[in-house]
């Protein structure tokens, strides 16, 4: 802040809070999470610094409260996950292959302190917004650095990033599949205009990595954005422009050189296998995939055979190591139904808060947050995402958001013309 006194020009700079470090530290971690697969890229030293660097900064703010107060909050999603863990744990005593375990362990440990460190900060109103923000613009670090670290000669051969980051183009599409969500409810339901260059720089980014479940779950996020936006008589309109749009860009896709090599080829290859003119090998291989995940389930259904055990028995048959391709039945074959019913019920719970606040208070946040959990269960159908780092930090923004609507909903109610108690609407319309 300026100010002339006395013939003095005196600049007031406002004081850095540690939530300032700690917004940093995550945006840093977030950056991390997004553009690199550290093992593969040899980047493990600069990851574990930023994972500390928040973890750390956070740590500081728990021991003043302690101080203070002499309270410490816990989670419910960081329980959730540390009881997870805890039966994967477990099954070393039932598994085939317990020698898998402490790496399972290390990377579930990992997710347990980062879960507990986001809730210490963004478990409210305002620090949800900021979190998302913080999402958000950690995406658009990641496709500007990959376009502008790629030659452009490269960016249409179909590996858009991967040889850079170490990430394969699922990884890379998921990210991006729910970074677009966020981005595009700052853009189209908060009208803060800037965030469509990030949406466009996103979305491109994401058709280049010919994924075609990542377009198909980002066109399908799209629609839903728009149907929940409002029921007014411009919803058909809406439709009627996102129909179009799809139609514009499959069309392009399927007709530019440039795309069609990116991506086009793919869903060509896709449409012939599924009328069984021509045979996709990937698509092939993720049918197999299941057809033995199935198999494997039913020999353990009720406890499962222990983390990666998919992977350690598909090499028994195909003379190499590879996860199933899907988080379903990655679940079902390595916890069983008890594990799958542990993890997923933390997901039951989140969508359905989230239905309610969306059918109760139209509430705009609560509409963001069901779309960024309708994508990822789309994901999963594809990948596998229980012990991924970025993958928890998505589920914790959804769960704390339920949290904090919960409590806008505890404040005191006011009194409406009929003196009937309601709840006021700035307490549910907060985003």
Known sequence: MLAVREGKLNIRLTKLGLDHFIDA???LLLFMLFTFDH?????????YVSYFLFVGFTFVKVLVRIRVDGTVKLSGITLWYLAFALFSAATSFWSDYPEVLLEAAVRMLQIILLLFCISQTYATQQGIVR????????????VLYIFIMTPPDEWFNGYFGME??????????????????????????????????????????????????????????????I??????????????????????????????????????????????????????????????????AKQFFAEHPILGNGPNSFALRIVDILGESDYAHNNYYEILVSYGIVGFMLYYGMYAYIVAKLIKAVVVSENGGAK???TVMTVILICEYGIVLYYSVYAMVFLSVAFMFV????????????LNRNNRYKVREDDIKWI
């Open 368 to 370: 963001l947050m069901l």
């Open 39 to 47: 093992a593969e890229v040899g980047l493990s030293a600069l990851y």
């Open 164 to 225: 850079l980051t170490g990430q394969n183009a699922n990884v890379i599409g998921m990210i991006l599949t729910v970074t677009t969500m966020i981005t595009a409810y700052f853009a189209y339901y908060c009208k803060q205009r800037v965030y469509y260059i990030s949406l466009a720089l996103q979305v491109f980014a994401a058709l280049l990595t010919s994924s075609r479940k990542t377009f198909v779950a980002i066109c399908m996020g799209f629609i839903m954005l």
């Open 131 to 142: 979190c998302l923000k913080l999402v958000s613009w950690a995406a658009t670090l990641d």
């Open 403 to 414: 949290c904090a609507y919960d409590n806008s909903l505890r404040r005191p109610p006011s």
């Open 25 to 27: 530290a995550l945006l």
């Open 227 to 292: 149907f929940l936006k409002d029921r007014s008589v411009k919803l058909l309109f809406r439709i009627l422009f996102v129909t179009l749009a799809i139609i514009a860009v499959i069309y392009a896709i399927m007709n530019i050189p440039q795309l069609y090599l990116a991506i086009g080829q793919r869903f060509e290859s896709m449409l012939n296998y599924l009328t069984d003119t021509d045979v996709d090998n990937s698509m092939y291989m993720r049918r197999m995939f299941i057809y033995y």
